[in-house]
C-alpha cells in the first residue's frame, strides 16, 4: 500500500496540495504552476498567505513587504526578532517590519534614500527587487556595467530569474505574483560561486536542475506516516480538522462520496485550507448545505451532508441536501 507522510500543521497542508495533479494553464511563462510555487515558497516561509490562506498575487508589494520576504529567503528569517533601534525615520522600531528592515541593510541587501528615509510604504520596482535577488546570489555593484540598473536588469534576464514575471520596466511595479516567481526562480539559480541557491537553504534540485518539490516536502513535514485511501485528521491554525486521502496517498477534494454512499465536502480552493472537510452550514455553488457538526451514536458522522431531513438547528434541506424554504431551495 502506497503511503505518504502525514502533516501536523498548516505548513504541510499546504505542501500536499501541490503534490496533486494540478491544473493546466497556470503561469504560462514559467516552467511551474502557480500552485507549485505557492507550495515552495510557502514552505520555505518567503512568503505566506493571510490568515484564510489567500495569496492575493494581484496586490502590489511594497519595500518593506519585499525586504521581508528577502530576509526570509536568506533562511534566517525566523531569528529576526524587533529591531533594537529605530532603523530609519520612518521606520521606527515599533514599526512592524523594523526587525527585517534592520537585518536586510545589515546584510547589504537594500539601503534608504538620500534624504535618510526607507520609504517602507513605497511599492518595490523590478529594478530594485532584482537587484535585491542578485545580492542574495552574491552579486555587487562591481560585477555590473553601465549605469544602474541596466547591467542589474540584463544579469536579471541572463539567469532567467524573469520567468513568469509580469514586470518588464525597471520601473514597473511588482506584483505578489511576479514576487512569487522571483523567488521561486532564485531558487534554482546558481551563486556568484556556482551552486544553486536552493543549497544554501539545506535542499537541492533534482536530475532536471529543477527544485526538488518531493524532497522538500519530506524535509519540513513531520508527524506520523497516514496509508492511502483513509481519513486523517491535521493541525490547522492551531484546530484539527479532517481530511481524505485518495488511493494514491493525495488529498481528495471537492464532493466527496465515501464507501458508505455518505457524501461529504472537502475545501477545493488552492489555498491554505485545501482538502479540509466542511462542517455546519456552508454555501457552495449558490446553494446552501448542512453538513454534521460532530458524530451522532449510531447515526450520522462529523462532516456528513443532510439530506431530505431538518437539520440539528430546524432547517429543511432536501434530497440533494441543499437548504429549502417551502419547498423552494435557497440560492444567492
Given amino acids: 500500500m502506497k503511503i505518504r507522510r502525514f502533516c501536523s500543521g498548516l505548513l504541510a497542508a499546504v505542501l500536499l496540495l501541490g503534490l ?7 503561469a504560462a511563462a514559467s516552467t511551474v504552476s502557480t500552485e507549485e510555487a505557492i507550495q515552495v515558497i510557502n514552505a520555505l516561509g518567503i512568503m505566506v498567505g493571510d490568515e484564510s490562506g489567500e495569496f492575493h498575487l494581484t496586490r502590489q508589494v511594497t519595500r518593506a513587504e519585499f525586504i521581508t520576504m528577502a530576509v526570509n529567503a536568506t533562511g534566517t528569517g525566523d531569528q529576526v526578532g524587533e529591531a533594537s533601534t529605530s532603523p ?29 528615509t526607507f520609504r517602507p510604504s513605497n511599492q518595490i520596482t523590478l529594478a530594485e527587487g532584482a537587484t535585491i535577488v542578485l545580492k542574495l546570489l552574491g552579486y555587487t555593484a562591481e560585477d555590473f556595467s ?4 541596466t547591467g542589474q536588469l540584463a544579469m536579471y534576464r541572463n539567469l532567467k530569474l524573469d520567468r513568469g514575471v509580469t514586470a518588464q520596466k525597471s520601473t514597473d511595479v511588482l506584483t505578489r505574483q511576479d514576487t512569487l516567481y522571483l523567488f521561486y526562480n532564485l531558487l534554482s539559480t546558481n551563486t556568484k560561486e556556482g551552486t544553486p541557491y536552493i543549497n544554501k537553504l539545506g535542499y ?4 532536471a536542475g529543477e527544485v526538488d518539490r518531493v524532497a522538500l516536502v519530506n524535509g ?10 483513509s481519513w486523517q485528521q491535521c493541525l490547522w491554525n492551531r ?3 479532517w481530511y481524505h486521502f485518495n488511493a494514491l496517498g493525495y488529498l481528495d477534494a471537492g464532493w466527496f462520496t465515501d464507501g458508505d454512499g455518505q457524501i461529504y465536502f472537502l475545501h477545493d480552493q488552492h489555498d491554505n485550507r485545501f482538502g479540509i472537510m466542511y462542517t455546519g452550514w456552508n454555501w ?21 451532508l443532510l439530506r431530505n431531513t431538518v437539520t440539528p ?8 441536501g441543499a437548504w429549502t424554504v417551502d419547498g423552494q431551495v435557497q440560492t444567492r
Fill in 20 to 26: 496533486m495533479v494540478l491544473p493546466a494553464g497556470a
Fill in 220 to 229: 519540513v513535514m513531520e508527524g506520523p506516516v497516514v496509508a492511502a485511501g
Fill in 88 to 116: 530609519y525615520p520612518d521606520v521606527p522600531r515599533t514599526h512592524w517590519a523594523a526587525g527585517y528592515v534592520q537585518a536586510g541593510v545589515q546584510a547589504g541587501l537594500i539601503s534608504g534614500y538620500l534624504d535618510g
Fill in 146 to 149: 553601465g549605469a544602474y540598473p
Fill in 313 to 320: 438547528d430546524g432547517y429543511t434541506v432536501d434530497h440533494t
Fill in 204 to 207: 537541492s534540485l533534482n536530475a
Fill in 284 to 304: 457552495i455553488g449558490g446553494r446552501c448545505y448542512y453538513f454534521m457538526e460532530k458524530d451522532v451514536e449510531n447515526g450520522a458522522k462529523k462532516g456528513m
Fill in 239 to 241: 484546530e484539527v480538522h
